[in-house]
């Protein structure tokens, strides 16, 4: 390209990129006190697929964090920013699912393999909605999704369609696929996001606008290049009705992963490390991705080295700092405006909170929840078969007797799973 003196044209836009570096600069302090050097960031316009910014690592020239590792193309473990996906996989492949379809986040034992797996937190929340379990970043719910649809080939092959062609087919993941245990680019997340933030098709990244020789010929133009629908119009929406919702999220969260006047849906997570010396779980990879309607952010905090971090640097709280830095400076500067996505193929309708059928006449009105469906995939009624409500005493949760006192005396319901 120098000898020649060709002229190559990105589509980066100059004020944005000074932002992100910048954003990624101001927050290089707060990371050191985390045991983080580094972070990187990525921005891109998901209509017409265009790097509006794009920021490698803190500092390029610096070598004591490897600076020149451009770490928006390295391969790292993503954990449950791939949960998204995995949901998406499980809404195409079962029409009746819906944000209030229920899921047990219980103790979950593989029978055939005697291996007993837990949550990031060590607890069980119970049965619990979709929309819940995907904000609140539930693993076993996760891994329930993995196993459900097929396993490891069928979930693979999705993802490869995504454009995650790291993935491979020589290593056998298991359910950690379903958590984020390949290894992946944010590049390629940023694809793989493309077909959330897109209503109706996805484009693929090309940041190269032209190429002009040096009498300034037209040597390449960019166009546009639309990829197959891999991921629904109502399962897109029904996504974006999940992830862009902050009553969705755990309250503690709401602050980290929202922007006030905008909407976007976001997921973040942390890998782990377990350190060979004390055998404790410490962070690794932060990982922050964002989208809206025409936009993915995707960005990344932690060790070029793979040193492990601060025991409670997660990723809403380092990659997540300068994610919500970043928004903040678009919309200072008028560079990012609020929008919604439109919500296709998708209607309203009730269903049991309980077995995420269609309420019915026979459905007790105290589980019966407003939600999201397709227009293709409208739940079964509930017949009342599965469900009964009971009056229990609310302080040994058994049956009432006549030594209940009345003030102890609730209602509840029993689920009889085999009619689920």
Known sequence: VAKAWWTIKTSLDWRTQQLAQQAVKDWAGYLKKKWANNAALLYVDSKNWDILAYVGSENYYNKKIDGQVDMIRALRQCGSVMKPLIYANAFIKNKWFTPDTPVYDVKFDIADKGHTFNNFDGKFLGLMPIRKALPYSRNIPAAKMYFLWGGEYPVKEFLRKLWLTSISNKIYYWY??????????????????????????????????????????????????KLPQIIPSGVVSMLWYILSNPSNLPPSWVRAETVPWLSL????????????????????????????????????????????????????????????????????????????????????????????????????????????????????????????????????????????????????????????
């Open 265 to 420: 849906a976001s997921k973040s997570w942390t890998t782990n490390i377990v350190d060979p010396k004390t055998g404790k779980k410490y962070p690794r990879d932060g990982w922050f991705i964002s989208y809206s309607p025409s936009k993915v952010f995707v960005v990344w905090a932690w060790n070029t080295d793979w040193k492990h971090m601060w025991p409670d640097a997660y990723g809403g709280w380092t990659a997540g700092k300068i994610w919500k830095d970043f928004v903040e400076k678009l919309k200072q500067a008028g560079l990012i405006k609020n929008e919604t996505m439109p919500l296709k193929w998708t209607t309203s309708i009730y269903v049991n909170s309980l077995n995420g059928k269609q309420a019915s006449l026979k459905t007790p009105f105290q589980v019966s929840v407003k939600t999201l469906a397709r227009i293709d995939g409208i739940p079964p009624k509930d017949d009342g078969k599965t469900v009964k409500m009971i009056q229990i005493d609310k302080l040994c949760n058994g049956l009432v007797s006549k030594y209940t006192p009345p003030t102890d005396k609730i209602y509840a319901y029993v689920i009889h799973p085999h009619s689920l």
């Open 176 to 225: 950690p696929l379903a958590i984020g245990a390949a290894d992946v680019t944010m590049l390629s997340m940023a694809q793989a996001y493309s077909h959330l933030s897109n209503i109706d098709w996805a484009v693929k990244i090309d940041p190269i606008l032209e190429i002009r020789g040096p009498d300034g010929s037209l040597i390449y133009k960019k166009q546009t290049q």
